[in-house]
């Protein structure tokens, strides 16, 4: 009964855009934050954003930092990832996750429910 459903993902060209939407469903996100996470074949998954969903305060990891932009839509319980200026090396399955707020957003073992994953591929 619990969802996270994300959506978005697809082929683009290095220096294009993609936006990421991840629906949620059956769980409480109030009081927690959501974040993406992306990993790519024979790498370590690795954090990429995150939103506190009461705040609104964002972090990014520095790879992508000025490129993509983490927001939500408390109505929809949907939170979104718009990737721009993308590169090969953002070629990944990108997965929306929840987390608890504070410290550690950037360790993937701190959130506890995930989504399938959108694969995002970018051609070069």
């Known amino acids: 009964q619990v969802q996270l459903v994300e959506s978005g993902g697809g082929l683009v060209q290095a220096g294009g855009s993609l936006r990421l939407s991840c629906a949620a469903s059956g769980l409480t996100l109030s009081g927690y934050a959501m974040g993406w996470f992306r990993q790519a074949p024979g790498k370590e998954r690795e954090f990429v954003a995150r939103?506190?969903?009461?705040?609104?305060?964002?972090d990014y990891a520095d790879s992508v930092k000025g490129r993509f932009t983490i927001s939500r839509d408390n109505a929809k319980k949907t939170v979104y990832l718009q990737m721009n200026s993308l590169k090969a090396e953002d070629t990944a399955l990108y997965s929306c996750?929840?987390?608890?707020?504070?410290?550690?957003?950037?360790?993937?073992?701190?959130?506890?429910?995930w989504g399938q994953g959108t694969q995002v591929t970018v051609s070069s």
């Open positions: 996750a929840r987390g608890p707020l504070g410290g550690g957003y950037y360790n993937a073992i701190g959130y506890n429910y």
């Open positions: 939103i506190n969903w009461n705040s609104g305060n964002t």
